[in-house]
DNA sequence: GCCGTTTTCGGCCCGACTGTTTTCAGTCG
């Protein structure tokens, strides 16, 4: 086994526990070991080899023969006597909200509940209201957590889609008879979640190709196909290979981009122009084929700026997306990294670590924003933490000079909207980002009065992950956007574009409107290792759909620009 | 399960919410 399926094995084996009923602590210890192995550089070979497991946090003597007989393939027992008791898709339910061991445990052992559309079902029935441990209200809440879940059934997040993308991409570019492979689709525009990987695939040789990209990615069943595309499973994803050849692939390449609204919205205005488009994208002039020597020769058709694949979206007013297009924000025009938990929290990089990996990748500054008292479960700062922290910040800003450390905070807001310290802690920060973290169970009226409050509080600077959403997971609150942003211009506080791929908070849609109404972000990387850092082109990728130009990001601005601009608030 | 030790075993992250069981179990962040 890999290192990855090694942590999933773990992580198995602490969910199957905890529906065994075990002792807390010892679930936990499972899942420890396998953060603690998610976040070592060092390959598993070298651990085992240089017998440095046990040095790890959190592996013991137990935990590491485990992870040696799963590197070597051997059974575990622990693991193997859970599989045998409980069967695998039961985990599926830990998906659900107010679901956990204990009534997953029930379900199983009442009604035999082994899916999530068993579970389903008998919530329809009225089933499972009166087993031990619910009650009508979490029948219905459980029914909800099902129905959303269902709706995000076959999606997954970008990341993910990135990453398959290129690793196909690797594996077949080599193969003969192939000219060239692109990435196209969703991923290529970079939509939040994906429900596909497209690919395409240049070449001459369609049938011969299918054969050896059958062999090369190790998939035969090819679901259904076209005379362009064929549709596989690759690793649980959805894959679509779409051919073309050397003659047309620039148009095809356009038209597999997507989206599919902005392709007909194209398609249409060519007509009117007085071209003949056919079903495949091939364009005509008088019945004669245009040669497209390029994607920018489509734009150029119908004197229109070329428009990179994320913003080939239907949301943009035309003049709005003329005056902007050519400024679009690019990840090397980011000078500061803003937002980063280090391990005073629930981080695992040292301040100093998180520096010097800036400093040494060209940045100028950094933002340490560990999480604030009351966020216990996530080690969140207590007042003399928060000193012991400021003065290591100072002794760095020293030492690393001229490279600069803010002392930042990501600091809860409470549920009546008030932030999580006293106002002459709130005063030693630099800068103090506002987010909710708990009860996020609100209405629209609810969670805008709370978010407003925390918005006008004098010393918020930025609001964080402003709806609360965990993508595939959990919706978010309602919220009313243009009172938000609003607030947001008055106050003089800029908000975050959050770029952990669960987040993507704010959402690129409300980015656009947001600036529209002329408001300042903030692209931050939530960043708990160093690793998550290379999130941040995520984020920018989410900023370039909204339209920002470098001036709208305030971490584009020099160090001490980027300080000003907050001190513009009123106290 | 792990860890730190008074080297044999107690503490480990915890406050808040929910529903209802008026004292707590289950879940969440």
Not at 58 to 70: D, F, P, V
Not at 234 to 263: A, C, M, Q, R, W
Not at 339 to 345: D, I, L
Request: glycine share 6%; charged share 30%.
């Amino acid at each position: 086994m890999d290192k990855a399926e090694i942590i999933r094995a773990l992580r198995e084996l602490s969910l199957y526990l905890e529906i065994d009923g075990e002792n807390p602590f010892k679930i936990r210890s499972y899942l420890k070991a396998a953060d603690t192995l998610e976040h070592t550089q060092e390959s598993i070979e070298e651990l085992i080899n240089t017998n440095k497991l046990r040095e790890l946090e959190g592996i013991g003597e137990a935990i590491e023969k485990k992870i040696i007989s799963l590197y070597k393939g051997e059974p575990v027992p622990a693991l193997e006597k859970m599989r045998n008791k409980y069967p695998e898709s039961l985990l599926s339910l830990f998906s659900i909200p107010f679901l956990g061991g204990k009534r997953i445990k029930v379900l199983f052992e009442h009604l035999n509940i082994k899916t999530i559309e068993e579970l389903k079902n008998a919530c329809l029935e009225g089933k499972i209201a009166n087993l031990p441990g619910f009650n009508k209200k979490i029948e219905n809440k459980i029914l909800k957590g099902v129905e959303l879940i269902s709706k995000w059934e076959g999606f997954h997040l970008i990341d993910k889609g990135y990453e398959i993308a290129n690793e196909i991409v690797n594996k077949i570019v080599g193969i003969s008879n192939i000219d060239e492979v692109y990435i196209v689709g969703s991923v290529r525009r970079f939509t939040e979640t994906i429900n596909n990987v497209d690919i395409m695939v240049v070449t001459q040789d369609k049938s011969e190709v299918i054969k050896k990209i059958e062999k090369e990615l190790d998939i035969t069943t090819s679901q259904k196909s076209d005379s362009n595309s064929v549709e596989f499973i690759y690793k649980n994803i959805k894959l679509n290979i779409h051919f073309s050849e050397p003659h047309n692939k620039y148009t095809k390449l356009f038209y597999y981009t997507g989206s599919k609204d902005f392709v007909e919205k194209y398609k249409f205005a060519l007509k009117r122009k007085g071209f003949e488009v056919d079903k495949e994208f091939n364009i005509f002039h008088h019945k004669n084929r245009i040669e497209v020597l390029s994607e920018n020769a489509i734009f150029e058709l119908l004197n229109e700026p070329y428009l990179p694949p994320e913003v080939r979206e239907i949301l943009y007013e035309e003049d709005i997306l003329k005056k902007r297009i050519d400024r679009l924000i690019k990840e090397g025009e980011i000078k500061g990294i803003v937002h980063c938990h280090s391990n005073y929290s629930d981080g695992h990089n040292t301040i100093e670590e998180l520096a010097e990996y800036c400093k040494d990748n060209g940045y100028e500054y950094l933002v340490v924003c560990d999480h604030s008292q009351s966020a216990g479960y996530a080690k969140g700062l207590n007042i003399d933490t928060v000193r012991k922290q400021h003065d290591e910040i100072e002794n760095l800003n020293i030492k690393l000079k001229p490279f600069k450390i803010f002392k930042g905070i990501e600091c809860d807001i409470r549920l009546d909207g008030t932030l999580d310290y006293p106002n002459d802690i709130l005063t030693t920060f630099d800068i103090v980002v506002v987010s909710v973290h708990s009860k996020l169970e609100m209405d629209e009226n609810i969670a805008t009065q709370r978010i407003t409050c925390a918005i006008n509080n004098p010393f918020t600077h930025i609001l964080g992950h402003p709806s609360g959403r965990l993508l595939l997971t959990r919706a978010g609150y309602p919220l009313n956007y243009e009172k938000i942003f609003d607030e947001c211009l008055k106050n003089n506080v800029a908000i975050e574009i959050n770029a952990q791929p669960q987040r993507l908070d704010l959402d690129w849609k409300n980015v656009y409107k947001g600036m529209c109404r002329g408001l300042k972000f903030v692209i931050t990387t939530d960043a708990h290792d160093i690793p998550d850092m290379r999130y941040l082109s995520y984020g920018v990728s989410i900023a370039r759909k909204g339209l920002l130009t470098p001036e709208d990001v305030l971490n584009t601005y020099p160090a001490e620009e980027f300080i000003n601009w907050f001190k513009k608030k009123k106290r």
